[in-house]
């Protein structure tokens, strides 16, 4: 159906097994070296179990668009309660809105849910079994209180869940669990190695790339594009994702793109035919900035700030008979370095500052497409050594373990830059006269893009 996104949980924990054994494999690690074992994983992916601890349907993933409706029943009958309580506004994005599409339209799934957990949590639960979660997870949901730390039984309740459906709040680095037997032997760690609660990707990703202190920034491009900024509180205002920091007393608001890396690998299965992204990096660069006018919006899958529009759609325009394949690709990351430049302003007129951004993301392997965020942006760029999701999740473990103590004097040493983008003065002038052109058509085109929404779910 147009706009869903879903996977198979099960598929999850078969990937963790596997993927366990043969890093090990490959590292010569054995299992009784293993002094803990640390999960992250996306947010916002809720997984319905039933009596036996089974998955009653397929995970509703981040991207899925189909409860717009529900967001309307949300607001309608809560305001700006949910902004006021769970610090966060009411769209497909969060569990709250997800839950209740199941529970209208699969009402006989939804009467044999017996708990809820979410993605780490289910993979953690089956190698380590415990009904846990942590307390920057569980604000994913719109269901719990992220500052007094507490699920909010108003919004559960209305829901229709009772207490005992929802995970046990723990903090990241708690030990919350031991390996079990059959854990074992799916995985090859020991049984009995203790686990622990674990926390989000991108939360891990904030703390591994050392983004540590208030005002430093993230610019990420994953499949969305993610830009946070370090702040001792969270900031109230709807157009604002709030997320808590691993480090007591932080936070990392911000906001985003709904489609980054997504965009290539789209560009890569629909009109390039399977080549490798370095081929297309490599046609992309013999191209002007700007494209000659080829102009990128990225909407694939509606769009996050600052719009918080999910009928958008993506759109190439100024296409002429001397654009190639190569245009086509080098407009599609501009118009992703675009859509991260329409967040970044939006969080200047909210007064979120910062003092330096760092670039994150498997997007950031692309020379190229790095370079364009910097131009688009004309913003200096940090790219850390190691900035994977894993690295800072090994680097949380770690702090469990006590190698580390939770707080920058510790965890900055061990964050190496690799090198410093600056933006280029003449590419970046070009790319402000596209940007004014880039949102007026996004102005101008989004009435269009809502009666196409409507023409597809016809």
Same mark, same amino acid.
């Given at each position: 159906?147009?706009?869903?996104?879903?996977?198979?949980?099960?598929?999850?924990?078969?990937?963790?097994?596997?993927?366990?054994?043969?890093?090990?494999?490959?590292?010569? +690690? %054995? @299992?009784?070296?293993?002094?803990? /074992?640390?999960?992250? !994983?996306?947010?916002?992916? *809720?997984? =319905?179990?039933?009596?036996?601890?089974?998955?009653?349907?397929?995970?509703?993933?981040?991207?899925?668009?189909?409860?717009?409706?529900?967001?309307?029943? +949300? %607001? @309608?009958?809560?305001?700006?309660? /949910?902004?006021?309580? !769970?610090?966060?506004?009411? *769209?497909? =994005?969060?569990?709250?809105?997800?839950?209740?599409?199941?529970?209208?339209?699969?009402?006989?799934?939804?009467?044999?849910?017996?708990?809820?957990?979410?993605?780490?949590?289910?993979?953690?639960?089956?190698?380590?079994?415990?009904?846990?979660?942590?307390?920057?997870?569980?604000?994913?949901?719109?269901?719990?209180?992220?500052?007094?730390?507490?699920?909010?039984?108003?919004?559960?309740?209305?829901?229709?869940?009772?207490?005992?459906?929802?995970?046990?709040?723990?903090?990241?680095?708690?030990?919350?669990?031991?390996?079990?037997?059959?854990?074992?032997?799916?995985?090859?760690?020991?049984?009995?190695?203790?686990?622990?609660?674990?926390?989000?990707?991108?939360?891990?990703?904030?703390?591994?790339?050392?983004?540590?202190?208030?005002?430093?920034?993230?610019?990420?491009?994953?499949?969305?594009?993610?830009?946070?900024?370090?702040?001792?509180?969270?900031?109230?205002?709807?157009?604002?994702?709030?997320?808590?920091?691993?480090?007591?007393?932080?936070?990392?608001?911000?906001?985003?793109?709904?489609?980054?890396?997504?965009?290539?690998?789209?560009?890569?299965?629909?009109?390039?035919?399977?080549?490798?992204?370095?081929?297309?990096?490599?046609?992309?660069?013999?191209?002007?900035?700007?494209?000659?006018?080829?102009?990128?919006?990225?909407?694939?899958?509606?769009?996050?700030?600052?719009?918080?529009?999910?009928?958008?759609?993506?759109?190439?325009?100024?296409?002429?008979?001397?654009?190639?394949?190569?245009?086509?690709?080098?407009?599609?990351?501009?118009?992703?370095?675009?859509?991260?430049?329409?967040?970044?302003?939006?969080?200047?007129?909210?007064?979120?500052?910062?003092?330096?951004?760092?670039?994150?993301?498997?997007?950031?392997?692309?020379?190229?497409?790095?370079?364009?965020?910097?131009?688009?942006?004309?913003?200096?760029?940090?790219?850390?050594?190691?900035?994977?999701?894993?690295?800072?999740?090994?680097?949380?473990?770690?702090?469990?373990?006590?190698?580390?103590?939770?707080?920058?004097?510790?965890?900055?040493?061990?964050?190496?830059?690799?090198?410093?983008?600056?933006?280029?003065?003449?590419?970046?002038?070009?790319?402000?006269?596209?940007?004014?052109?880039?949102?007026?058509?996004?102005?101008?085109?989004?009435?269009?893009?809502?009666?196409?929404?409507?023409?597809?779910?016809?």
């Amino acid at each position: 159906y147009p706009g869903w996104v879903e996977q198979n949980p099960d598929d999850w924990y078969t990937a963790f097994a596997q993927t366990t054994r043969r890093v090990m494999a490959e590292a010569g +690690i %054995t @299992a009784d070296q293993i002094a803990l /074992v640390g999960l992250v !994983a996306v947010t916002h992916n *809720t997984v =319905l179990l039933d009596h036996q601890d089974r998955p009653l349907r397929p995970c509703i993933l981040t991207f899925d668009q189909r409860s717009s409706e529900q967001c309307h029943q +949300i %607001t @309608a009958r809560w305001g700006n309660q /949910v902004q006021r309580q !769970a610090r966060n506004s009411v *769209t497909p =994005l969060w569990t709250w809105p997800q839950l209740l599409w199941v529970k209208d339209n699969e009402p006989e799934v939804w009467s044999r849910v017996k708990r809820i957990l979410f993605q780490k949590d289910y993979v953690r639960h089956r190698l380590a079994p415990g009904y846990v979660t942590d307390s920057i997870d569980a604000a994913g949901t719109l269901l719990f209180d992220p500052v007094a730390e507490v699920w909010l039984p108003d919004f559960y309740g209305d829901l229709g869940l009772s207490d005992g459906a929802l995970p046990r709040i723990a903090q990241p680095t708690e030990v919350v669990s031991t390996v079990s037997q059959q854990g074992a032997a799916d995985t090859g760690l020991a049984p009995g190695t203790p686990v622990i609660a674990g926390t989000t990707d991108t939360v891990a990703e904030v703390f591994g790339s050392g983004l540590l202190q208030p005002g430093q920034g993230m610019v990420k491009l994953a499949s969305v594009g993610r830009l946070a900024v370090v702040n001792p509180t969270p900031i109230d205002d709807p157009r604002i994702l709030n997320y808590r920091h691993v480090i007591d007393g932080l936070w990392y608001p911000g906001s985003g793109t709904k489609s980054a890396a997504t965009v290539p690998r789209w560009l890569r299965d629909n009109l390039w035919q399977q080549p490798s992204f370095a081929e297309m990096d490599a046609a992309a660069a013999q191209i002007s900035p700007g494209s000659e006018g080829l102009l990128f919006h990225p909407h694939l899958l509606g769009e996050w700030a600052p719009h918080w529009d999910d009928r958008l759609r993506a759109n190439f325009i100024g296409a002429t008979m001397r654009h190639s394949q190569a245009h086509f690709t080098r407009a599609a990351l501009e118009g992703v370095a675009f859509a991260l430049r329409d967040a970044v302003e939006g969080l200047a007129e909210i007064g979120l500052t910062y003092r330096e951004y760092r670039l994150i993301g498997g997007g950031s392997k692309s020379q190229l497409w790095s370079q364009i965020v910097c131009d688009v942006l004309g913003e200096a760029l940090l790219l850390p050594v190691e900035q994977d999701a894993a690295f800072g999740a090994a680097l949380i473990t770690g702090v469990a373990a006590g190698f580390f103590d939770l707080d920058p004097a510790s965890i900055q040493p061990l964050v190496k830059i690799e090198r410093r983008l600056e933006p280029n003065t003449r590419r970046h002038a070009i790319y402000n006269d596209l940007f004014e052109i880039y949102r007026e058509a996004d102005r101008q085109l989004s009435t269009i893009a809502h009666q196409l929404a409507e023409f597809e779910r016809r």
